[in-house]
């Protein structure tokens, strides 16, 4: 059985930091890239980052440089999210997916496994 199962959000205040954990199991992980996507209430999906499945870093949203790093250890079928000086407009439902690594672009297009998403918040 496929599973993308995402830890470590919360409740979080501006400046602060967090790191996401995706944990896969249930397919060759080594051989995907890894996605993460936020949506907030009343927004359009958008991506986050994404690492080829050599552990590249292929893409940053512009919100994301120089604040978040996303990193995988594929002994560990998981992948990170370290996120620094959060802001308010970070607060979101997380996800993370796994798809080919020609997706590895920052759309959500070409995806095949999602995990259910964890929410971060990010409020004083």
């Known amino acids: 059985q496929v599973q993308l199962v995402e830890s470590g959000g919360g409740l979080v205040h501006p400046g602060g930091s967090l790191t996401l954990s995706c944990a896969a199991s249930?397919?060759?992980?080594?051989?995907?890239?890894i996605g993460w996507f936020r949506q907030a209430p009343g927004k359009e999906r958008e991506g986050v980052s994404c690492t080829t499945s050599s552990g590249r870093a292929a893409f940053y949203a512009e919100f994301a440089k120089g604040r978040f790093t996303a990193s995988r250890d594929n002994a560990k079928n998981t992948v990170y999210l370290q996120m620094n000086s959060l802001r308010p407009e970070d607060t979101s439902v997380y996800s993370c997916a796994a798809g080919p690594d020609f997706f590895c672009t920052g759309r959500s297009n070409g995806f095949i496994y999602w995990g259910q998403g964890i929410e971060v918040t990010v409020s004083s």
């Open positions: 249930g397919f060759n992980f080594e051989h995907y890239a």
